[in-house]
């Protein structure tokens, strides 16, 4: 084996048990009992060999125990949580070829290629603190066995998976379970007679056996695993307990017999009992209060009478008072003068331990034998006794149904008075052969159900009858009712059975919904075991008797008593024989290691979309609900689910798109949308889990994938998950990619730049002559003018330049623009160009000194600033010195002398003009 495979061979068929990601575990192995070595050889082949083991893998998980029990060709595992560990880690994965498939009952089932089925795991149950919790097997994909659970469980307390209830109880010798009662906690608690000196027993606190049989009264937790405690109490003689209550303080009262023969061991008493000693004889009754932690007699009395005295059954009524029945075989415990010398008298008392009122005790019956078996009451005014007798004169009543003797033996009922035990009403009840009513209870409205079983085919029957005829001749259990006066019969019938000669019907009761619950011997409807001896039945009836609504089989010899848990199961016990018990795996006691042991089991069989409550029947299960069948509750529909109809043995999911966050819903319409930014790609969601990612969004509801999440545009993002918009970058930044998960993708608008709107793609520019210094601006106001002689060179600028020298700045235009000819900017950052003197002249642009302001030429002037060119003096005019205007020439020829005469100003300017002229063109 490696760290976490278990091998085992079943058929010949090699399963392989993978428990995943499991520690190398530790064995503790034990064989019938006895532990065993690790590698040990264990023949469970051989015909007689029992086969009783038990390995149990440590701490697979840290905090997880694996058991396997291996009971002849059965095997059962569980797991074991220490407090404080999940179920949720516990994975298993089998290697096999048989199919692996969960039945609609929700048991893991094994099926061979020719779809034999060839191993079996019960369905899960979880225990914590001796409380059942519902769960179930799921296969993953990955082939895996994983546990769910369908309640809320306390991490803080252990857990055990996998309980069942069916169990013996019981010693080597004869032991007998004659009636069972549950308290509050669901623990069952049981008496009847043990003859085995190694009876189980827990936490005693009385003498474990002291005569041939004594009394034992045993309390067992609801999974029938674990006895809390059992105690023995008794005489030398024969002692047993044949009832047992739960008073209104939670103490039980027990009812049984005892043998009393001095100077043996005698039944322990209190010392304020009615009667602490009675004459030698075989039975005398006791009546007992014992704490429900079993270690105090509280109070314990005899009931003592001159002939043997039968203890038969007792009742308790809201005052905790006490009705017992019992036959006499001579005189009454009253000590009646009347009664000295007859035998065969049915005795009921009054009783009260918590009172001084004295024993109250009536005594009646015929002249020949009587046997009282049951009683009840009838709205706490009366109670009703049932019964059989061979007397004529048995008392009764005029104007009932059956005034005299039919034949041998006949039933009778009679209604007595509460506080007095006066007889009302007391009737026979039979046929031409003998007939025998053992069981007795009662309707809301006081009709009385009686069963029992007849040898007559003549029995009383009415038309309407589940079974109107006798199926085998010989005992045939029969129930019938009689209206609450005892003047007519309301119904009868035979028990229906196909397997039997005979059958018994040994109880009856009417639950709170007047639906009748019987169980007896033999079996009807079903052949379970042909074996008369090892056949008993548990039967639910509709309130007219005349359907059946369940039908439970059980392997043993008796059912003498059962009870209704608050789930809903039946929980019967009795006594059977070794083999006849079916029992589970993981109980108290699997086998019976006596004659006959004592039984208990629980169990329920109503079919799919119902659930098996005593109270309710086999209910179908109401909208939201469901049921796989042989369930004591309907389980709600989980979130995510829902059922639509009565009587669902699934819940339907919810569809791809929506989801339930609440169970027990009752339509698809309570599965709600996935709300926008969410959705759900599987069905059956308890919450849209999957949600668009950051950087997308979706507007959409009960969205199926993620195809309905959308890319957030530029200019925006979404930083959430499931967001339904995505948030728009602000004014002042911008954003040109997609699918943006954080405002940290906005980025702030450049200096020269600005957005006036939200969810920018991109900035715009500042206008030219414009300029910005600062990031994220919003608007054009923003952004300032260049100031006087400078311009912004770009439309996105952050700074103003200068105009170089040569040129100046035109704000309208946002330029720097050449001085013009006759122009000339000495400095940068010029808003305009100076104009060259007149006189000068500038014929080339972008000038960037006063030197290229030149003189005019010969015979040239200048009037004008800003010159790109200058002006030639016309005819007898040349220009002055100043070259900026034009002058004439004066000049004087002296003839006279025959001589040229020149003034002298003009002699000087012609000899400069001269040499000027001679100087450029010669």
């Given at each position: 084996m490696n760290q976490k495979e278990i091998i085992f061979t079943i058929q010949t068929n090699l399963i392989k048990l993978n428990l995943i990601k499991a520690n190398l575990p530790k064995?503790?192995?034990?064989s019938n009992g006895i532990s065993v070595l690790e590698n040990s050889k264990i023949d469970c082949n051989s015909e007689n060999k029992k086969c009783d083991l038990e390995i149990k893998y440590l701490q697979v998980y840290k905090g997880v125990d694996f058991l396997i029990k291996i009971n002849q060709n059965q095997t059962k595992s569980e797991f074991i949580l220490q407090k404080g560990k999940y179920f949720e880690k516990i994975k298993i994965n089998y290697k096999t070829n048989l199919k692996i498939q969960i039945n609609k009952i929700g048991d893991l089932?094994?099926?061979?290629?020719?779809?034999?089925?060839?191993?079996?795991?019960?369905?899960?149950?979880?225990?914590?603190?001796?409380?059942?919790?519902?769960?179930?097997?799921?296969?993953?994909?990955?082939?895996n066995i994983i546990f769910q659970i369908q309640n809320s469980i306390d991490l803080e307390n252990a857990l055990i998976i996998d309980p069942e209830f069916s169990t013996y109880l019981g010693g080597t010798d004869f032991d007998q379970i004659q009636s069972m009662v549950i308290d509050s906690?669901?623990?069952?608690?049981s008496t009847g007679n043990g003859k085995s000196a190694d009876f189980p027993m827990r936490n005693n606190n009385f003498k474990n056996y002291a005569g041939t049989d004594d009394v034992f009264i045993s309390k067992i937790n609801p999974t029938g695993k674990n006895i809390i405690w059992t105690t023995f109490i008794g005489s030398s003689g024969m002692d047993e307990g044949k009832t047992i209550k739960i008073d209104s303080n939670s103490n039980l009262i027990i009812g049984g017999n005892t043998q009393y023969k001095t100077p043996y061991d005698l039944f322990p008493t209190t010392l304020w009992a009615y009667n602490r000693s009675c004459p030698d004889?075989?039975?005398?009754?006791?009546?007992?209060?014992?704490?429900?932690?079993?270690?105090?007699?509280?109070?314990?009395?005899?009931?003592?009478?001159?002939?043997?005295?039968?203890?038969?059954?007792?009742?308790?009524?809201?005052?905790?008072?006490?009705?017992?029945?019992?036959?006499?075989?001579?005189?009454?415990?009253?000590?009646?003068?009347?009664?000295?010398?007859?035998?065969?008298?049915?005795?009921?008392?009054?009783?009260?331990?918590?009172?001084?009122?004295?024993?109250?005790?009536?005594?009646?019956?015929?002249?020949?034998?009587?046997?009282?078996?049951?009683?009840?009451?009838?709205?706490?005014?009366?109670?009703?006794?049932?019964?059989?007798t061979q007397s004529i004169d048995f008392p009764t009543t005029p104007l009932v149904y059956q005034h005299d003797l039919n034949y041998n033996f006949d039933c009778f009922i009679s209604v007595l008075n509460k506080e007095n035990l006066e007889m009302d009403w007391s009737?026979?009840?039979?046929?031409?052969?003998?007939?025998?009513?053992?069981?007795?209870?009662?309707?809301?409205?006081?009709?009385?159900?009686?069963?029992?079983?007849?040898?007559?085919?003549d029995f009383p029957v009415t038309d309407d009858a589940l079974q109107p005829d006798?199926?085998?001749?010989?005992?045939?259990?029969?129930?019938?009712?009689?209206?609450?006066?005892?003047?007519?019969?309301?119904?009868?019938?035979?028990?229906?059975?196909?397997?039997?000669?005979?059958?018994?019907?040994?109880?009856?009761?009417?639950?709170?919904?007047?639906?009748i619950l019987i169980a007896g011997k033999g079996f009807p409807l079903e052949n379970y075991d042909l074996d008369y001896n090892k056949n008993c039945f548990f039967l639910k009836l509709y309130p007219n008797g005349s359907k059946i609504m369940t039908s439970v089989s059980v392997g043993a010899e008796n059912i003498f008593d059962f009870g209704i848990s608050k789930y809903g199961g039946y929980i019967f016990v009795g006594d059977a024989a070794a083999g006849s018990l079916k029992t589970t795996q993981g109980s108290f006691q699997e086998t019976n290691t006596g004659i006959n042991n004592g039984f208990l089991v629980e169990t329920v069989n109503c079919g799919e979309g119902y659930y098996g409550s005593i109270k309710e029947g086999c209910t179908i299960c109401p909208k939201g609900t469901y049921s796989l069948g042989k369930q004591t509750t309907c389980f709600e529909c989980p979130a995510g689910s829902y059922s639509s109809n009565e009587g669902s043995s699934t819940c339907s999911l919810c569809p791809k798109g929506t989801f339930s966050n609440t169970t027990k819903e009752i339509s698809k319409e309570c599965c709600l949308p996935c709300l926008a930014g969410t959705y759900s790609t599987n069905e059956g969601a308890t919450n849209c889990s999957e949600q668009c990612p950051k950087g997308t969004f979706s507007n959409t509801t009960g969205a199926i994938s993620s195809e309905t999440c959308f890319d957030c545009s530029a200019g925006s993002y979404s930083s959430q998950e499931a967001s339904t918009s995505c948030l728009l970058c602000p004014k002042g930044t911008y954003s040109d990619q997609t699918k943006q998960t954080s405002n940290e993708s906005c980025l702030n608008c450049l200096k020269g730049t600005f957005s006036n709107t939200t969810a920018s793609t991109k900035c715009l520019q500042c206008k030219l002559g414009t300029y910005s210094i600062t990031e994220?601006?919003?608007?054009?106001?923003?952004?300032?003018?260049?100031?006087?002689?400078?311009?912004?060179?770009?439309?996105?600028?952050?700074?103003?330049?200068?105009?170089?020298?040569?040129?100046?700045?035109?704000?309208?235009?946002?330029?720097?623009?050449?001085?013009?000819?006759?122009?000339?900017?000495?400095?940068?950052?010029?808003?305009?160009?100076?104009?060259?003197?007149?006189?000068?002249?500038?014929?080339?642009?972008?000038?960037?000194?006063?030197?290229?302001?030149?003189?005019?030429?010969?015979?040239?002037?200048?009037?004008?600033?800003?010159?790109?060119?200058?002006?030639?003096?016309?005819?007898?005019?040349?220009?002055?010195?100043?070259?900026?205007?034009?002058?004439?020439?004066?000049?004087?020829?002296?003839?006279?002398?025959?001589?040229?005469?020149?003034?002298?100003?003009?002699?000087?300017?012609?000899?400069?003009?001269?040499?000027?002229?001679?100087?450029?063109?010669?």
């Open positions: 064995l503790d192995i034990k089932v094994f099926i061979s290629n020719d779809s034999q089925i060839i191993f079996s795991e019960s369905k899960p149950i979880i225990i914590q603190n001796e409380k059942l919790f519902e769960s179930s097997y799921e296969i993953t994909k990955e082939n906690d669901e623990n069952i608690i004889i075989e039975k005398n009754p006791f009546l007992m209060t014992l704490s429900s932690t079993g270690n105090n007699i509280i109070y314990s009395t005899l009931i003592c009478n001159e002939g043997n005295l039968d203890f038969k059954n007792l009742i308790l009524d809201e005052n905790d008072q006490i009705y017992f029945i019992a036959d006499s075989s001579k005189g009454c415990p009253n000590y009646d003068d009347d009664y000295d010398d007859q035998f065969f008298l049915i005795v009921v008392g009054i009783f009260s331990s918590k009172s001084n009122d004295p024993l109250k005790v009536t005594c009646f019956g015929g002249s020949d034998r009587q046997y009282v078996n049951d009683i009840t009451q009838i709205d706490n005014e009366k109670i009703v006794i049932t019964g059989y009737t026979y009840f039979g046929s031409p052969r003998e007939d025998y009513c053992l069981s007795i209870s009662s309707s809301k409205n006081g009709d009385i159900w009686v069963s029992g079983f007849s040898d007559s085919e006798t199926t085998f001749s010989g005992e045939n259990g029969i129930y019938f009712k009689l209206r609450n006066d005892g003047k007519k019969l309301l119904y009868s019938s035979y028990l229906p059975t196909t397997v039997s000669d005979k059958s018994r019907i040994q109880k009856i009761l009417i639950n709170p919904e007047e639906n994220g601006i919003t608007s054009q106001d923003d952004c300032k003018e260049c100031p006087i002689g400078t311009i912004s060179l770009s439309p996105d600028s952050s700074v103003c330049e200068s105009c170089e020298k040569g040129y100046y700045a035109k704000h309208s235009l946002n330029k720097c623009v050449k001085c013009p000819r006759g122009t000339y900017s000495e400095s940068s950052g010029s808003t305009e160009c100076t104009k060259c003197k007149p006189g000068t002249y500038n014929y080339l642009e972008a000038q960037s000194s006063s030197y290229s302001c030149l003189e005019c030429g010969w015979l040239k002037y200048n009037d004008e600033y800003g010159a790109s060119q200058c002006k030639l003096c016309s005819r007898n005019t040349i220009p002055n010195s100043n070259l900026t205007k034009c002058i004439k020439i004066n000049i004087n020829f002296l003839t006279t002398s025959s001589t040229f005469r020149i003034s002298f100003p003009f002699f000087i300017l012609f000899i400069t003009y001269f040499s000027l002229f001679f100087f450029f063109y010669i």
